[in-house]
């Protein structure tokens, strides 16, 4: 999960020759998603070798989303809201994508599998969520639809409090006891206000917050790789044990949503650009988020698939971007 610092527009892409201040913030979002997976894996390594060290960090994992989703509202701009009207049928179909493909791999995922209860809730978990910031940079380089990648992300986030409790009491239920109300409070206060916060700041401290964008990529980067470190600490005892099958399942629910994803775009007669767009939507993953309530509501055992995606859906989307920005846009 890696909050992108810039949500280009096609005029803003085709600008990107002529303006060097533009080329330069999409030069620093390319190097943070290369780079970040490998933070990703340091702090994993880390936080298995010392778990002492990030234990007794685990209660402030709700403050560290926080901050992630403060940035990635500080990213917002009512453009980005008003495309959602432009083109209500594209983001709709993404939204619906979103909550149907990456839930419903997640719960057939965990019983092909017979993953124990605790994994199995976190893999739905993490299906449950909405989209990852990361997936907007990933559309950008794939020369998808950002405007696209970007209305769906936040609605999506923004509809989360309500969706997303709903989506694991009843597909996680019949694994574990799942408080739904207490879930919606969680998620409220660590995803809803502050993006909504960071919303406001950007409207209201305009050149202060230009100032500080071309930074956010790094410090998501570095959160979110701290909540790694304490999620592998918590659960360190058992990874040896549980880490083949999480890989498996992490890479089996990432695939269908990345695959599936373009496939809706295709179905729904959307153009290339929208099709590489809804693939990462639907693909990528607020894992933070996942890992943040797993951690709150269940186990570290449970935040372990959270963790593992973390990781994973950031080498796939590199990857699927750098592959589709080879391929012409047929449209075109």
């Known amino acids: 999960m890696l909050e992108a610092t810039t949500n280009p527009s096609e005029t803003e892409r085709e600008a990107h020759i002529a303006n060097p201040a533009l080329a330069a913030e999409a030069k620093v979002a390319r190097i943070a998603v290369t780079v970040f997976p490998l933070l990703v894996v340091l702090a994993g390594v ?35 809201f008003a495309s959602v009207a432009k083109r209500p049928w594209a983001v709709v179909l993404g939204i619906i994508a979103h909550y149907v493909i990456m839930p419903g791999a997640g719960w057939l995922i965990a019983v092909a599998l017979n ?56 597909l996680a239920g019949s694994f574990l006891n799942i ?29 202060l917050v230009n100032k500080v964008l071309p930074a956010l990529p790094w410090a998501s980067a570095v959160v979110i790789s701290l909540i790694v470190a304490v999620v592998v600490a918590g659960s360190s005892s058992k990874i040896v044990a549980a880490s083949g099958i999480v890989f498996l399942a992490v890479v089996l629910h990432n695939g269908f949503g990345l695959g599936l994803g373009y496939l809706v775009g295709k179905l729904g007669r959307l153009d290339s650009k929208a099709r590489r767009a809804l693939a990462f939507e639907v693909g990528m993953q607020n894992s933070g988020l996942a890992a943040t309530l797993a951690t709150a509501h269940f186990t570290a055992l449970a935040a372990l698939p959270s963790a593992v995606f973390s ?18 846009l047929k449209d075109s």
Request: hydrophobic share 55%; glycine share 8%.
């Open 115 to 170: 993953l124990e209860p605790q994994l199995a809730v976190g893999l739905i978990l993490v299906g449950c969520a909405p989209s990852g910031t990361a997936s907007n940079v990933m559309a950008f380089l794939a020369k998808g639809d950002v405007a696209l990648s970007v209305a769906v992300a936040s609605v999506s986030t923004l509809i989360a409090p309500i969706v997303t409790p709903l989506l694991v009491f009843f």
């Open 46 to 80: 880390v936080g298995f070798l010392i778990p002492d060290t990030f234990k007794p960090l685990a209660p402030s994992v709700p403050y560290l989303l926080g901050v992630i989703m403060f940035c990635m509202g500080l990213t917002l701009t009512p453009p980005d």
């Open 179 to 207: 408080d739904a109300g207490s879930m919606v409070l969680d998620i409220v206060k660590t995803v809803l206000l502050p993006v909504l916060g960071g919303l406001a700041a950007r409207l209201f401290l305009k050149k």
């Open 311 to 328: 990781l994973w859906h950031n080498v796939s989307g590199a990857i699927v971007a750098a592959w589709l920005a080879r391929k012409p």
